[in-house]
């Protein structure tokens, strides 16, 4: 039972922290962004987008909807789930750039709309993260056991209703030590295994398109335009993982040139090779043929080329092993943030020192998924993982907007913007399940055209933040549409999938107010003392700043202290670049001092100059 004066200061706390959002430079001085190297590159970020993106799904998930949800038409059904992950997958880059931290949506929506919105976002990814990456797994000793020319479920064992899967369990005790070791080492080991994956793909391609019937076309959309949709809400949990690049942002050499290409050009080679491959099978077998556990295995056997099959089973392996990898690792990064802002216990945010990895938070996620793909069913949570996912993109979206119209802080009333974007999420649900359950013609037209005049009606409000960096194209229609999308996908998704998801949002509501937001006001507290040092250091370092010159591109240009330049070399015992080497100390320290106040940075200091 809790007790009265604790209930007292529970609801002191939500009233507090809630819906308190910080601003960008706040939100950047106190989340340690130097813990985590630098390491990953362009190329590492595709890799990782494509690794994350294209797993075992594609091979399953494509007869499923071709067969029994949208026939030839599963064409269209991916590029409508493909238009939704790109309308937010913009939103994401927007985001990253501009807040480059490991973390991902939890920081965009923590500087939108305030903590508890932030903590509920961080709660579905967890649940998206883990349970994807352990019910992926699951598909791995199916998979490896037909390589291995053996039933699918030779690798498993009975144990009354539940069938473990120690390989699965394996597996991913195996990629949890591999991140464990280190950054740099597993992208490397993803490159190779996603390159090898892509090569199976190809390979699929091309020895698919020979035995193509265009008669298998028609008829094209035998379930209609509602079929069609259903299936891009089932096929739309293929394009999951394009956000975990974003949650490696901190991880990144060049946030800004970087993250762009890493989330936008992993996505676009994933959708092309979909729906190639979705091409591929319709045209191969007649949709009412298509098998739907392994629906480009019994394809080739059909057309008697066995030998291929094996290609697809190693395909789907290689799929599994990337798609758990990236999971794994962008839900690790998502409970350092969490750790560091003390939502959850700080032990998870710390970096070991040897490996350059959050060890800790690693190994915590390894253990849950392992655990979860021991015994778990995977068709069950498919849809809740689904379900979730849609949310935290429409409230990416969401944040998006309501940070170009409207800054914390700024004195500025946030109604209008707030106006709209309620108005957005009422339409596109009115819109959704009108075209859902088949509602007359008039009311679906209705709210599509009060949706499009909402979405018209955002460009007579002033913004108020323009990002320098990276901004989403056609604004606002994009972020707009990225709230449209979700919304529509998620009333394809059956009524259990509504239970669950609401029973998962209680559930993050009680550890919001039981733990999350306690721990997160002691970090506001340890938060303060830090401003009131840096205060003390900006003030100690004013007192000072007369003996000092700045560095310019030259190197050394000046006295430092009573040491004048002409004792440098000359018997003075100190070399030029040790000096320099001083100067850039005290300008970080200055830096750090700056943003710890509260205060935007005004040095022109680049370490990329040195």
Same mark, same amino acid.
């Given at each position: 039972m809790i007790s009265k004066i604790r209930w007292q200061r529970i609801q002191t706390l939500l009233f507090k922290r809630a819906f308190s959002a910080r601003s960008i430079e706040e939100h950047r001085a106190r989340s340690g962004t130097d813990e985590l190297p630098k390491v990953l590159g362009p190329l590492d970020l595709t890799f990782l987008g494509l690794g994350s993106i294209i797993g075992a799904g594609v091979f399953v998930l494509s007869g499923v909807?071709?067969?029994?949800?949208?026939?030839?038409?599963?064409?269209?059904?991916?590029?409508?789930?493909?238009?939704?992950?790109?309308?937010?997958?913009?939103?994401?880059?927007?985001?990253?750039?501009?807040?480059?931290?490991?973390g991902g949506a939890f920081n965009y929506i923590s500087i939108s709309f305030g903590e508890l919105a932030a903590w509920l976002v961080a709660w579905n990814m967890c649940l998206e993260t883990t349970l994807s990456s352990a019910a992926v797994a699951r598909g791995f000793a199916s998979y490896l056991a037909t390589l291995l020319g053996l039933q699918p479920s030779s690798l498993r064992i009975s144990a009354g209703p539940l069938e473990l899967d120690p390989a699965a369990a394996a597996l991913i005790l195996l990629l949890t030590a591999i991140l464990a070791k280190g950054t740099r080492e597993s992208s490397i080991f993803n490159m190779v295994v996603t390159a090898l994956n892509i090569a199976s793909i190809l390979f699929i391609l091309c020895a698919g398109f020979p035995k193509a019937h265009a008669a298998n076309l028609s008829p094209f959309a035998p379930f209609g335009a509602r079929g069609v949709f259903s299936a891009a809400a089932v096929l739309f949990f293929s394009f999951v993982g394009f956000d975990y690049v974003a949650n490696a942002a901190e991880e990144a050499k060049d946030p800004a040139k970087h993250l762009p290409l890493?989330?936008?050009?992993?996505?676009?080679?994933?959708?092309? +090779?979909?729906?190639?491959?979705?091409?591929?099978?319709?045209?191969?077998? %007649? $949709?009412?043929?298509?098998?739907?556990?392994? %629906?480009?295995?019994?394809a080739f056997l059909q057309a008697g080329m066995a030998w291929a099959a094996k290609v697809v089973s190693l395909g789907a392996v290689l799929g599994i092993v990337t798609s758990t990898m990236t999971g794994l690792l962008g839900q690790s990064r998502l409970l350092v943030v969490l750790g560091r802002e003390r939502l959850l216990p700080l032990a998870l945010a710390e970096v070991s020192e040897r490996f350059g990895t959050p060890v800790r938070a690693t190994v915590v996620t390894g253990a849950a998924a392992a655990t979860l793909a021991f015994v778990l069913d995977i068709g069950i949570l498919a849809e809740l993982v689904s379900i979730g996912t849609l949310y935290v993109f429409l409230m990416v979206c969401s944040g998006v907007l309501y940070m170009r119209y409207h800054q914390p802080g700024s004195g500025s009333s946030a109604l209008p913007i707030l106006a709209a974007l309620g108005g957005l999420v009422l339409t596109a649900i009115g819109f959704s399940v009108a075209f859902t359950?088949?509602?007359?013609?008039?009311?679906?037209?209705?709210?599509?055209?009060?949706?499009?005049?909402?979405?018209?009606?955002?460009?007579?409000?002033?913004?108020?933040?323009? %990002?320098?960096?990276?901004?989403?194209?056609?604004?606002?229609?994009? %972020?707009?549409?990225?709230?449209?999308f979700p919304i529509l996908l998620t009333a394809s998704l059956g009524w259990p999938a509504y239970v669950r998801f609401g029973a998962w949002m209680l559930a993050g509501l009680a550890v919001y107010a039981l733990y999350g937001v306690h721990g997160a006001e002691q970090r506001?507290?340890?938060?303060?003392?830090?401003?009131?040092?840096?205060?003390?250091?900006?003030?100690?370092?004013?007192?000072?700043?007369?003996?000092?010159?700045? +560095?310019?591109r030259e190197g050394y240009a000046g006295p430092m202290g009573a040491l004048e330049l002409g004792q440098v070399g000359s018997g003075g015992g100190m070399s030029r670049g040790y000096l320099a080497q001083q100067q850039r100390?005290?300008?970080?320290?200055?830096?750090?001092?700056?943003?710890?106040?509260?205060?935007?940075?005004?040095?022109? $200091?680049?370490?990329?100059?040195?």
């Open positions: 909807a071709a067969r029994e949800l949208a026939g030839p038409a599963v064409i269209t059904s991916y590029l409508v789930s493909a238009t939704a992950a790109l309308l937010s997958a913009l939103c994401y880059t927007e985001m990253a750039v501009s807040l480059p931290i490991t890493g989330i936008v050009g992993s996505l676009g080679i994933a959708t092309a +090779l979909y729906l190639l491959m979705a091409l591929c099978i319709v045209l191969m077998v %007649p $949709y009412q043929q298509i098998d739907i556990n392994a %629906p480009f295995s019994a359950f088949s509602a007359r013609w008039g009311i679906v037209l209705l709210c599509l055209l009060l949706f499009a005049a909402i979405t018209a009606s955002l460009l007579a409000l002033p913004i108020k933040h323009t %990002p320098e960096r990276f901004q989403v194209p056609f604004f606002p229609l994009t %972020p707009a549409c990225g709230i449209g506001e507290l340890e938060h303060l003392r830090e401003r009131e040092l840096a205060a003390r250091q900006m003030t100690q370092a004013s007192s000072s700043s007369r003996r000092l010159t700045s +560095l310019d100390d005290f300008m970080r320290a200055t830096d750090r001092a700056r943003l710890m106040a509260g205060m935007r940075n005004s040095s022109a $200091y680049d370490a990329e100059e040195d």
